[in-house]
């Protein structure tokens, strides 16, 4: 019993060493990395205020590149690809934080001008008055002497005086108003400056709060063997988690949904899609209902274990998307498969493409 269980190992190895030497012409994922990383370059945002973000995530980037230019594993390109892209993204957040400090900044550089132009203006209108004081003193001896010859003058005189001791109140009143009107700005200046702080903090808290969520997950799924690929995290269920032409989870297939539905609980953001898939042997229409229902007794077995139905989808390809050849027994069986895709962070999967 033990040596057949070796021989389809033995099959799979060969099989995975003749996929890797030759690799698709490009790789979708190292692609977005790279223009994500040409359009934060790009940004003189982030190359002034995360030079060291950005350099790290460049050399995260020339790393990927290099594994592709060596035509190391996929796996590893997509892994470096992944990692640029996530620092590419840190940088970013960090340059949003920096900004947001230069705009605590700068409010404090805007307050401090407007007190200075309100303490400037006092001085000034306080200069003025005492010039204006003086000259009214002057007058007023003048005046004085006059009243001795005349009275009469004197009288209107003093007429004169009251209605210019009105006119003071009113400037009075005037520069009482533009006062708190400049303390009103002040304070304006002050909330702005507490909202650009708060800003910065979010922006901070942020960034660490999808660095740590994004270790955490990629720790969980590495347990569950899953791989990085253009759509995302893939789960494969082989056919060993299955009886032969039968839909029915066996006990240590339901062991590994049970991993997945505890990774869901911990992470309620996340959805999956469970695709089924057979080999060619059979008819289309058997293989296409065979897919569907191993697929179906997947999304049943994990909305049973307390994973909401509506985040988990199913759909069965018959014996569609083959990653083997199924002219041997060994293709055959990677063949017959489930592959559970889990979304990103938003609940977004990326569709299938091909034939």
């Not at 190992?9 to 698709?24: H, N, Y």
């Not at 003071?168 to 702080?197: F, G, V």
């Not at 505890?262 to 959805?271: A, N, T, W, Y």
Request: hydrophobic fraction near 35%; proline fraction near 2%.
């Amino acid at each position: 019993m033990n040596k057949n269980r070796f021989i389809p190992i033995t099959l799979l190895t060969f099989s995975v060493l003749a996929g890797c030497s030759s690799l698709p012409p490009n790789n979708s994922l190292l692609d977005e990395a790279r223009n994500n990383y040409n359009n934060a370059q790009a940004r003189s945002e982030v190359s002034q205020l995360a030079p060291l973000e950005l350099k790290e995530a460049g050399e995260s980037l020339d790393k990927a590149t290099q594994a592709w230019n060596k035509r190391e594993d996929n796996d590893l390109i997509n892994h470096l690809a992944y990692v640029a892209k996530q620092k590419v993204a840190i940088a970013e957040e960090t340059a949003k934080q920096k900004a947001a400090e230069l705009a605590v900044t700068n409010s404090n550089v805007e307050r401090d001008r407007v007190r200075l132009e309100a303490r400037t203006r006092e001085a000034d209108t306080a200069q003025r008055s005492a010039e204006v004081s003086q000259r009214e003193a002057e007058e007023a001896k003048r005046l004085a002497e006059a009243s001795q010859r005349d009275a009469e003058e004197a009288k209107r005189l003093a007429e004169a005086s009251q209605h210019e001791s009105q006119e003071a109140k009113s400037a009075a009143e005037t520069a009482q108003r533009e006062a708190a009107t400049e303390k009103q700005a002040a304070s304006e200046a002050d909330l702005s400056a507490q909202a650009a702080l708060q800003q910065a903090q979010e922006a901070e808290n942020r960034a660490r709060q999808l660095e740590a969520e994004l270790k955490d997950v990629e720790l969980q799924l590495k347990d569950m063997e899953a791989k990085k690929t253009d759509r995302g995290m893939v789960i494969t269920l082989g056919d060993v988690v299955f009886d032969t032409n039968k839909a029915q989870l066996k006990s240590g297939g339901m062991r590994n949904v049970q991993k997945l539905a505890d990774f869901l609980k911990q992470h309620p953001e996340r959805k999956v899609l469970i695709e089924g898939f057979t080999d060619s042997r059979g008819s289309e229409d058997y293989n296409q209902q065979l897919s569907e229902k191993r697929a179906e007794a997947v999304r049943t077995a994990l909305i049973n274990m307390g994973v909401e139905a509506e985040r988990v989808s199913a759909i069965g390809y018959g014996e569609s998307f083959p990653v083997a050849d199924n002219g041997n027994p060994a293709g055959r069986q990677l063949n017959r498969r489930v592959e559970v895709v889990v979304s990103d962070n938003t609940g977004n999967i990326s569709p299938r493409t091909g034939g």
